[in-house]
């Protein structure tokens, strides 16, 4: 029997100064440079982080996606996913800890495909926390869809021109480089039509229109960017992993991305249900602490029962990343955490604020960023219906349809096969009587 529900105890050590780390040192980032882990680091930020980040290796904590080959520990998914959900409650600490989202998986690309060249120009600097990365994928007029991508590259001489339109490519304001999925031969399938380019942003002719932020950020926190590319030149060498393979590309980030904010996702819904309790057990109204009301109680229950089965199914999902070493076979499992996800982080934190009153829905807590973050969660990597769709295509794979008018379970059907099958005792039974 190898099921195993414990985490050894010189990895629960790190995990246990991980949570203290972050708690103490890095949640203050986020109050003093809020929304700015994604500028790179100058003056008094990169004296305050610099040595965080230095703490982080020394620990052995650096980009533990990664294997040692790359820079990191080599630690594998699940033990990401326990070092993830400490770091899920701090927007910096993922940057501290050298593991953030879209970096990870635009990293993880280029290790897989890049050239060497590739991976000396961009990964090496990635890796080391020193720039940033964008994925630029989603255009203004089709997201879910990308057969409708129309952003084209055309061969010219031994470069490539693109021109094109592309929204909500995050982080493009501050990253030093671009991977922009485009079409590249119109007269295939998209499957086969489409190809990667790194593109290094201060290239001639990428144009950032606006930088669009999400609800409640003001004009200048937006970092989710609309690019005009306008007679883009870039080099043969600029394409990633060969012309035509962007879907195939695109699987392997995505696969990647969606477990990583999954795990985040459980260290931010808990400390909501922290937060739930400690009000709770503070705030007294007609007679009896707030704890002691059924209904909030309820609330507590559902919270706990939401974030434990999230939370098991997360773990049970990098542990199948790391045994099999292969997305596309965890595909399914990594589309229903995706399609759980925004609805355990919403409805924790919806309870946490209603029980918090008035000063729940204030921008003194933090409640409503997290109801936004539930939103981003069921659109960002793919929408919640386009997941569901994968989780039942793949579910059905392994069912057959009957071959008659009435279904396998027909309990007429089936009591009259069982009473064939136990004919001999049921005849005893009549000669009994
Ligand atoms: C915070 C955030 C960050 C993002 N970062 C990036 C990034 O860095 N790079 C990037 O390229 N993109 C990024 N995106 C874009 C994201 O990938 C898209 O929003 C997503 O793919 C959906 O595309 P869309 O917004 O165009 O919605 P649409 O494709 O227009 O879909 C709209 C809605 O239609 C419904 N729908 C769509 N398809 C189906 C279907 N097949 N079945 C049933 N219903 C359906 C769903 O309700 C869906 O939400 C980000 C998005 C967010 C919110």
Not at 268 to 285: G, I, N, Q, V
Not at 300 to 320: H, P
């Amino acid at each position: 029997m190898a099921w195993d529900f414990e985490t050894d105890p010189e990895y629960q050590k790190m995990l246990d100064w991980a949570d203290e780390f972050v708690r103490e040192k890095v949640e203050p980032l986020d109050l003093v440079w809020p929304h700015q882990q994604f500028t790179p680091l100058e003056g008094s930020r990169r004296d305050a982080v610099d040595p965080l980040k230095a703490e982080v290796r020394s620990q052995g904590l650096w980009a533990t996606h990664l294997g040692p080959e790359l820079g990191g520990q080599g630690h594998g998914q699940l033990k990401l996913a326990l070092l993830n959900e400490i770091l899920g409650r701090s927007q910096w600490a993922p940057i501290v800890f050298g593991c953030q989202a879209p970096d990870t998986g635009n990293a993880e690309i280029i290790a897989h495909y890049g050239t060497d060249a590739q991976k000396e120009r961009y990964l090496h600097p990635l890796l080391e926390g020193e720039l940033f990365s964008c994925y630029s994928m989603t255009e203004p007029h089709a997201g879910a869809d990308p057969t409708l991508f129309t952003t084209r590259a055309i061969r010219d001489g031994d470069d490539w021109i693109i021109n094109g339109w592309k929204f909500f490519s995050s982080n493009a304001a501050t990253a030093s480089f671009l991977i922009v999925m485009v079409v590249t031969d119109p007269d295939v399938s998209a499957y086969q039509g489409m190809s990667m380019f790194l593109v290094p942003t201060d290239t001639p002719g990428v144009k950032i229109v606006r930088n669009v932020g999400l609800y409640g950020e003001r004009d200048n926190e937006g970092s989710h960017a609309l690019i005009h590319y306008d007679n883009v030149r870039v080099p043969g060498d600029a394409l990633l992993g060969g012309e035509g393979k962007a879907f195939i590309i695109a699987q392997t980030r995505l696969g990647g991305g969606r477990i990583h904010h999954a795990m985040r996702t459980i260290g931010l819904a808990r400390k909501a249900l922290d937060m739930m309790c400690e009000r709770a057990l503070s705030r007294h109204t007609q007679g009896s602490r707030l704890s002691d009301k059924q209904f909030v109680q309820g609330y507590i229950a559902d919270s706990y029962a939401q974030l434990l089965q999230f939370r098991l199914m997360v773990l049970y999902t990098a542990w199948e990343i790391d045994k099999y070493n292969d997305y596309k076979r965890v595909r399914k499992d990594i589309a229903a955490v995706k399609v759980v996800m925004p609805t355990v982080l919403h409805d924790i934190a919806w309870r946490a604020m209603q029980i918090h009153g008035a000063l729940g829905v204030t921008n003194e807590m933090p409640f409503l960023g997290m109801v936004t973050g539930a939103a981003v969660m069921g659109l960002a990597d793919g929408p919640t219906e386009v997941h569901k769709t994968t989780v039942a295509r793949q579910v059905l794979r392994d069912y057959q349809p009957t071959e008659g008018t009435w279904p396998t379970e027909w309990i007429p059907g089936k009591r009259e096969a069982a009473r064939a099958q136990l004919a001999e005792y049921l005849d005893a039974e009549v000669g009994n009587l």
